[in-house]
Every structure is written in structure tokens, then in C-alpha cells.
């Protein structure tokens, strides 16, 4: 099948994580590959913050060649089978409909989806995961219990068997171009306020949940025998990093000193400003999946705090992606990263961890360049569409 309509439908579950992906989803389907995409979103403000020219109070526009539309119970509750029309905007169906993370799509749509000829490519969007089992499970079918529709489950992920990740195609050479751009790089700092590097000094971003282990870090960076410079995007751990400072004001612009740490608060980051701020910084600490996948790309040292999950879970998805993330380093190398990053998610004793991790900068540097490289070749918007094409 040729997709030239693609409809994607976002729940928004974890503020920015399920939406960063949809709408970057929906951005590259539509800029690079010119399908006629509508992205179906439950929550426009949060959606808001990541895509600063929407209008959370609209019900349908468009931004950056995607329609925006909400999400509503009521949106499909008169829609007519199987003609387009109501509740859908211009057209009816898509050719491909993407369901993100297992939301639920309206019953009414699932009819019509059914009722249409040819029936759409219909895939459940996963999350991303670096275990093995995933690659026994992408692209399998899951047949409707009562329609005449199947379900594929596609899978992003780290090896040629997954559906990789999401990736535009001038990413790698933007980024290379900034990062030997010394003027560039300037500008950018100035646009924050954030004055010139002094030397010695080093540059972090921190983007995070909740950590138990932040005051010891930011104890560190305080103490530390080099200058840290924090760029502190607003979000859920301002309010701990504030408060190490003794501060009750929180808002974007503040600059916390203390020690050889200097802290500056940014207003939240919009995607297409946050790809910048990885490439700036010497190290990046991210959280969930969208900000993980993109300090990969900008080949720097990470360190990833997953989604914390109750039964502990979540370290399994953790130690899948440090087997594969530090597999071609050298011991040394491997296990510096491997620490922090488990320090940093619940472990223990972060300060010799970040030690470690710091004296292994520029080996993880080269190493980050190489594998953003590796990566680069598995595309998932690619992947998606020829998949589409082997199911028509």
C-alpha cells in the first residue's frame, strides 16, 4: 500500500514523553515523506510546551504541516460509517493509523476502519526498549476479535531487527556543523544569557524526575576541583535543585551559585530548541524515552533516568540498553558509565561514580560520535513506511 494519509493518536500519559515521540512522528511523516498526517492529541497543553505556536484553547490547526487535532470523546461519537466526513475533518480513514503506546482509538473509528476498501496499515506504535525480546515481537499480527482488521506491533529499537528510531535526515550533519562551529556555539549561549566558557569549565544539562540522589550530585559539582555550569530546564526537579540553593522562587532566568557550581534555570525547552542544548553541553543527563533518544544523536556523554516504575521493572529496560550502549568500550569505559548510570537511578554513592564517569570523558565522547553513526542507518519513519508497503 502506498501511504499517502497517516492519522496518529496520542493519549498523553507522562506530560511529554508519549507526545515528544508523536510529534516528531508527525513532523517527519509529513516534512520529509509528504503524507497528509493528523495527529490526534488528548492533551494540548502539555502538548504546548514542546510546540510553542500551538493554541491549546483550538480544537483543530495546524502547526509545522500537521493537523493538530484534539482528542475527544465527543469528536468521534457521530461519526458516520463508512463515509468521511464529521468528526474527521476533510477526510475520513487514513491509509495509516498509528496507534502510540497502546491508547485506545475510538470504537466508531475502528468501524470505519473496517468498513473501508482498502483497509488501512493499522500499527501500535510501541515503546522503545533495548531487550531482546523485542525483536521476536516486532511486526507481529494481532487479528481483531470481531472485525476484519489486523493490528501490527512495531517496535522501535537498537538493531536491524527492530524499527530503529526516529531520526530527520539532515540531524547528524546539523549537529556535526554545530558542534565544530565555535561562533555558533557562542551565539547560542548568549541567546540563553549563559555567559562565555572560562577554562576548565565544564557545561551539563540536567533534565530529570524526582532523583533521591541530587543533593549529593549537585554536592559534587559544588565542591568539585572544575567549574560545572548547569543548564536546568523548568521541570520536575527544580524544585529539589531550588531548594538546595534555599531558593522558593522558581522561575526561568534564575542563576544559583554556589561553590564551583553555577546553576542556570531555562524556561522549558521546545523540541526544536532542545536538540541545541545536547549538542552544547559536554555531558547531558535525560529522562524518559524522546530526551534519551536524542542525547544519543548528539554524541555526547548521557546519563539516562528511565521512568521509574513501582515493582522495579524499569532496571531491567536500564541494564538492556548499558549492555548495548557500552558494548564496543574498553572495561574501565563501560563500567564508569554502567555505575553512574545505575547511581543514578536508585543505586548508591553517585559521587565516586561521577568521578569515574568524568575521567572517562573524552573515550565516551568518541564513543558517543561512533554510535550515533551505527544508529543512523536505522530509521524508523523509514522503516515504517516500507512495512506499509509490504503489508498493501
Known amino acids: 500500500?502506498?501511504?499517502?494519509?497517516?492519522?496518529?493518536?496520542?493519549?498523553?500519559?507522562?506530560?511529554?514523553?508519549?507526545?515528544?515521540?508523536?510529534?516528531?512522528?508527525?513532523?517527519?511523516?509529513?516534512n520529509?515523506?509528504?503524507?497528509?498526517?493528523?495527529?490526534?492529541?488528548?492533551?494540548?497543553?502539555?502538548?504546548?510546551?514542546?510546540?510553542?505556536?500551538?493554541?491549546?484553547?483550538?480544537?483543530?490547526q495546524h502547526c509545522c504541516g500537521v493537523k493538530v487535532l484534539r482528542w475527544t470523546e465527543g469528536a468521534f461519537r457521530s461519526y458516520p460509517l463508512p463515509l468521511a466526513g464529521e468528526g474527521l475533518g476533510e477526510r475520513g480513514v487514513a491509509d495509516l493509523v498509528i496507534e502510540a503506546f497502546a491508547c485506545k482509538l475510538p470504537q466508531s473509528y475502528v468501524e470505519a476502519m473496517a468498513a473501508r476498501e482498502p483497509k488501512p496499515v493499522w500499527v501500535n506504535l510501541e515503546y522503545l526498549s533495548a531487550e531482546d525480546w523485542v525483536e521476536g515481537c516486532h511486526k507481529l499480527p494481532s487479528p481483531h476479535?470481531?472485525?476484519?482488521?489486523?493490528?501490527?506491533?512495531?517496535?522501535?529499537?537498537?538493531?536491524?531487527?527492530?524499527?530503529?528510531?526516529?531520526?530527520?535526515?539532515?540531524?547528524?550533519?546539523?549537529?556535526?556543523?554545530?558542534?565544530?562551529?565555535?561562533?555558533a556555539q557562542d551565539r547560542y549561549w548568549r541567546s540563553l544569557g549563559v555567559p562565555q566558557r572560562i577554562a576548565g569549565e565544564l557545561r551539563v544539562s540536567l533534565f530529570s524526575y524526582e532523583n533521591e540522589a541530587m543533593k549529593t550530585l549537585l554536592g559534587v559539582w559544588e565542591q568539585g576541583g572544575q567549574p560545572v555550569t548547569c543548564m536546568l530546564p523548568e521541570g520536575r526537579s527544580l524544585p529539589q535543585v531550588a531548594a538546595?540553593?534555599?531558593?522558593?522562587?522558581?522561575?526561568?532566568?534564575?542563576?544559583?551559585?554556589?561553590?564551583?557550581?553555577?546553576?542556570?534555570?531555562?524556561?522549558?525547552?521546545?523540541?526544536?530548541?532542545?536538540?541545541?542544548?545536547?549538542?552544547?553541553?559536554?555531558?547531558?543527563?535525560?529522562?524518559?524515552?524522546?530526551?534519551?533518544?536524542?542525547?544519543?544523536?548528539?554524541?555526547?556523554p548521557f546519563i539516562w533516568q528511565i521512568y521509574p516504575q513501582h515493582d522495579r521493572v524499569h532496571l531491567v529496560k536500564l541494564e538492556a540498553l548499558l549492555a548495548r550502549y557500552t558494548a564496543g568500550l574498553m572495561p574501565e569505559a563501560a563500567q564508569s558509565v554502567r555505575d553512574l548510570w545505575l547511581a543514578w537511578n536508585g543505586g548508591q554513592d553517585i559521587a565516586a561514580a561521577w568521578t569515574h564517569f568524568l575521567a572517562q570523558r573524552e573515550v565516551l565522547t568518541r564513543h558517543g560520535a561512533g554510535w550515533a553513526r551505527r544508529l543512523g542507518s536505522n530509521n524508523l519513519a523509514l522503516n515504517l513506511l516500507d512495512f506499509c508497503r509490504q503489508i498493501g
Not at 5 to 16: A, E, M, P
Not at 36 to 55: A, H, I, Q, Y
Not at 153 to 173: A, Y
Open 244 to 300: 538546595y540553593f534555599g531558593q522558593s522562587a522558581r522561575n526561568a532566568g534564575a542563576v544559583w551559585e554556589r561553590g564551583q557550581l553555577c546553576v542556570h534555570v531555562l524556561p522549558f525547552v521546545e523540541q526544536e530548541r532542545y536538540d541545541e542544548l545536547l549538542w552544547a553541553c559536554d555531558v547531558n543527563f535525560v529522562r524518559g524515552e524522546d530526551s534519551c533518544v536524542r542525547a544519543q544523536w548528539a554524541a555526547r
Open 32 to 60: 520529509e515523506h509528504g503524507l497528509d498526517v493528523r495527529l490526534w492529541v488528548d492533551d494540548l497543553g502539555s502538548f504546548g510546551k514542546l510546540c510553542p505556536e500551538l493554541d491549546a484553547t483550538l480544537d483543530a
Open 1 to 30: 500500500m502506498r501511504s499517502e494519509s497517516c492519522d496518529i493518536f496520542c493519549n498523553v500519559v507522562d506530560n511529554f514523553g508519549d507526545i515528544g515521540v508523536c510529534w516528531r512522528l508527525a513532523r517527519q511523516l509529513s
Open 145 to 183: 476479535p470481531a472485525l476484519p482488521l489486523t493490528r501490527y506491533f512495531f517496535f522501535p529499537g537498537f538493531t536491524e531487527k527492530t524499527g530503529g528510531l526516529l531520526l530527520e535526515r539532515d540531524l547528524l550533519m546539523r549537529c556535526d556543523a554545530f558542534q565544530a562551529d565555535v561562533a
